[in-house]
């Protein structure tokens, strides 16, 4: 199945998200984990919102990706 998760940063948190997000190297962005396959990923940086779609049959391992980010 394919996903599409949509995202905001709410702006108390923005600065520590965007200096955890860019202290990552790209193998560590991409890393969805076992089970999880990241088909796209795009942001709007100017707002603090993107979306990803993501493609699993494993619906543990996709929550578990979502949840490191909540």
Not at 39 to 56: K, Q, S, Y
Request: aromatic content about 10%; charged content about 25%; glycine content about 4%.
């Amino acid at each position: 199945m394919k996903f599409m998760v949509t995202w905001n940063i709410h702006p108390e948190k923005r600065r520590q998200i965007m200096e955890h997000w860019c202290s990552l190297t790209p193998e560590e962005r991409a890393d969805t984990g076992p089970d999880v396959k990241l088909i796209g990923r795009w942001h709007n940086e100017a707002e603090f919102t993107g979306v990803v779609i993501l493609e699993t049959d494993n619906l543990m391992a996709l929550s578990t990706y979502l949840m490191q980010w909540n």
